[in-house]
């Protein structure tokens, strides 16, 4: 276990050495845009990485690291999303994965990852996601339902009314997001 400590911290301390040099770089040229798009308000492609490594010393729960989800949106019902979530590395790296397992295993079918797209852009009632072919029967969609809810993807918010937490859009993104090759 030490030894996987060191090599971690051995790796943390190159990937800073890399940080450095790559800043430094940017005093002299302009860094390339990340693939995708980039939205900020300045010149700076790593905007939210170099806020992270300033904010790092501050907080002892991140010596190691941390990562970070942050997404600000509008969903295709008007509704605005803003979200930020920071988890220090070593308490990630150190936990237990295996119960996060049901919250993953809910996202791959692809019924119901159609059926979190459906909910998010405003199809929210059973009786109208029934009406969609894509989502199978009603027996299915209400499997389905049962799943997402159970993880907490989905939360009801009255007889047959569902919801996406305002929690786990930014969360649900970043996977997806980190699923794309």
């Known amino acids: 276990m030490a030894s996987e400590l060191d090599e971690l911290r051995d790796g943390l301390r190159l990937l800073g050495d890399r ?22 308000r300045d010149d700076d492609a790593f905007w939210a990485l170099n806020g992270l490594t300033v904010r790092l010393p501050d907080h002892p729960a ?21 979200w930020q979530q920071a988890t220090g590395t070593a308490g990630l790296l150190d936990s237990d994965w295996g119960d996060r397992a049901a919250a993953f295993a809910a996202l791959g079918h692809p ?8 909910v998010l852009s405003g199809t929210r009632a059973t009786a109208r996601l029934s ?25 009801q918010t009255g007889r047959g009314s569902y919801d996406v937490p305002p929690a786990r859009v930014v969360p649900l993104l970043a996977c997806l997001s980190g699923a794309a090759r």
């Open 62 to 82: 991140t010596v190691d690291g941390a990562v970070l989800l942050v997404g600000q949106l509008t969903l295709p019902t008007g509704e605005p999303v803003s």
């Open 111 to 118: 019924v119901r990852l159609e059926l979190l797209r459906h």
């Open 19 to 40: 940080v450095d040099a790559l800043e430094a770089a940017a005093t002299t040229s302009r860094p390339a845009a990340p693939a995708g798009p980039a939205v900020h």
């Open 131 to 155: 009406e969609m072919d894509s989502l199978g029967t009603t027996g299915q969609l209400h499997h389905h339902l049962r799943q997402l809810l159970a993880a907490g993807w989905l939360h």
